[in-house]
């Protein structure tokens, strides 16, 4: 990728979360501790999925890459901010923050098509389920899967065109824990006419496009369920867990990207990034696991694999074992003196 004016721009400055440098340590340890929460939580998740053959349907594929969603998204902001705070480094490359910039657009703006097409899927499950295997077949999983990936990549391309080519002759610090594209946009001394007329055209098709679609699709589930005379709860509580993502992913976004910027100061905005880049990923696979028996009823069977290639494996390690002193007893018979 061709940065255009920005070859005079060697690296910006990320202030990161706190200067105070008695909150290093804590704040190293916190994030630490809830990345590795959130691959291992993302990770069980994939790996349930895969593993029971009753979670292969439409709702579970486009779980289990909503997890691997979250593993990268997370993974592409907590690594850099970690290295920063532990070696007291607060740049970022040129390059590496253009990536970062790329990749967080890419990530997110494929979530929310991804969501909006899950709530299309219980739509499908509930409003038309004798349909649901004709509507929602594997090669119609696969379209959407692709589509959210390609619309995804396609817009956040244009978003970083549009940004690598401004020109930046001021301070390139950022009051930020990572490169995002608003802290970023705030550096340049360019005409933002353009990036103002994408950005809106970005947040309008990608916030208020799919959530029409996810209000329209819970709009009909909830004037299909009311009608029903009993089984309303269990009808419905296979929808509450995406609810509640949808709620706090969608919640978050638009307060960031939809609000004045002059409406909140830095330090908010810091901690409203913190909530939906990093500790948002690792909350997901709770919510769907606990309010879900089929995604319970996974973990345990892996927890049972688990169990069993850790007993073949101990099992394996005594055959050795004796196999080992069964040979010993013979180097040693053959060793004495006639």
Sequence with gaps: MAFGNQSAVKEFILLGLSDNSKMQVPLFQLFLTIYMFTLAGNGV??????????????????????????????????????????????????????????????????????????????????????????????????????????????????????????????????DHFFCEAPSLLQLSCSDLTANNIVALIGSTTLIFIPLSLILFSYTQIFLVVVKIPSGKYKAFSTCISHII??????????????????????????????????????????????????????????GRIRRNHHNIFMVFLSEESLYCEAMKLADDEVSLPV
């Design 245 to 302: 993502v949808m709620v706090i992913f969608y919640g978050t976004v638009m307060f960031m990207y939809l609000r004045p910027r002059y409406s909140a100061t830095e330090f908010t905005d810091k901690l409203v990034s913190v909530f939906y880049t990093i500790v948002t990923p690792m909350l997901n696979p709770l919510i769907y696991s606990l309010r879900n028996k089929d995604v319970l009823r996974a973990l345990r069977l892996l």
């Design 45 to 174: 998740l994939i790996t349930a999925v895969r593993v029971d053959n009753r979670l292969h349907t439409p709702m579970y594929l486009f779980l289990s890459n909503l997890s691997f969603l979250d593993i990268c998204y997370t993974s592409i902001i907590v690594p850099k901010m970690l290295v920063n705070i532990a070696i007291s480094s607060k740049s970022i490359s040129t390059a590496g923050c253009f990536l970062q910039v790329y990749l967080y657009l890419f990530l997110g703006e494929t979530e929310c098509i991804l969501l909006a097409f899950m709530a299309f899927d219980r739509y499908v499950a509930i409003c038309n389920p004798l349909r649901y295997n004709v509507i929602m077949n594997t090669a119609s999983c696969i379209r959407i899967i692709s589509t959210s990936y390609m619309t995804g990549s396609a817009i956040s391309s244009v978003d970083i065109f549009f940004t690598a080519t401004l020109k930046f002759c001021g301070p390139v610090i950022i």
